[in-house]
């Protein structure tokens, strides 16, 4: 198995074709997709025409993929996914960050440890100038982890979306950490 990034508790892989069940048990807690479509489960049919084949896209800029399957070091057990992935296919200058774990993976801090070694080898290994990461305004934790991760607040905005969820109504957030701002702080 190839190994995108190691950090001290997570390994984190590209995903196969074999992941497919555990991306359908993942999108399928309400809980999880609480603040992405409103806790509605997805089918096994959108996991494999629709979610399956972006995550298995690979970035020309990166030569790589942008989302990376994540399992626990000691056990092997599936907690989710990172997303770490070029807004411009040809350009790693930017990158958008995202994270999806588990219930059972919540609270005990591996989205942040994920995300601060992401960040640090798209800034040391990656060419990536800066990254960007969004969420809705009410998703506390997810912001938290943000911030957490090095990433400040940029702005706050409303998207069109095609269907609103609970808590839309309040809008989105963007954060933001460039590489200035990163190796300042190293």
């Not at 930017?94 to 994920?114: C, I, M, P, Q, S």
């Not at 601060?116 to 080898?121: A, C, P, T, V, Y």
């Not at 798209?122 to 060419?127: C, K, P, V, Y």
Request: with cysteine; charged share 25%; aromatic share 10%.
């Amino acid at each position: 198995m190839h190994v995108f990034l190691e950090t001290e508790r997570l390994l984190l892989r590209p995903f196969t074709e074999a992941d497919a069940d555990h991306l359908f048990a993942l999108d399928n807690d309400p809980e999880v997709m609480r603040f992405i479509n409103g806790g509605k489960p997805t089918s096994r049919e959108a996991v494999q025409a629709r979610i399956l084949p972006r995550l298995l896209h690979d970035h020309p800029c990166f030569g790589t993929r942008g989302y990376w399957a994540t399992e626990e070091k000691a056990t092997g057990v599936f907690l989710g996914w990172f997303e770490f992935r070029p807004l411009d296919d040809h350009s790693p200058a930017v990158v958008e960050l995202g994270y999806r774990l588990n219930r059972a993976a919540w609270g005990k801090g591996y989205a942040t440890e994920g995300s601060r070694d992401l960040i640090h080898k798209g800034f040391t290994d990656l060419s990536v100038e800066r990254v960007t990461a969004n969420t809705m305004t009410v998703n506390t934790r997810s912001r938290r982890v943000m911030e957490k991760s090095g990433l400040s607040f940029l702005r706050s905005f409303t998207g069109d979306w095609p269907e609103s969820i609970p808590g839309s109504e309040h809008g989105e957030v963007e954060y933001e950490l460039t590489r200035t701002e990163w190796q300042q702080r190293q």
